[in-house]
């Protein structure tokens, strides 16, 4: 697991969300909010607490 290329890119779509606020359609700005907010929950959680042994998309998506 790769935490230092998830943070910049988790970094990058938060400059992308500055950079395109009052920008985007109503649709648009929630799914890139929603996005950011998912991609930083799980980056917490993954920083906070021992890596699992092994992961797959599932734990990254939440089981969905």
Do not use: C
């Not at 230092?4 to 649709?27: C, F, S, Y």
Request: net charge negative.
């Amino acid at each position: 697991m790769d935490l230092k290329t998830a943070k910049h890119w988790i970094d990058v779509l938060g400059m992308l969300e500055e950079k395109t606020r009052g920008n985007l359609d109503p649709q648009e700005d929630q799914v890139l909010e929603s996005l950011l907010a998912d991609l930083r929950m799980q980056y917490v959680s993954f920083t906070s607490s021992p890596p699992p042994a092994k992961f797959s998309a599932s734990d990254i998506t939440g089981g969905k």
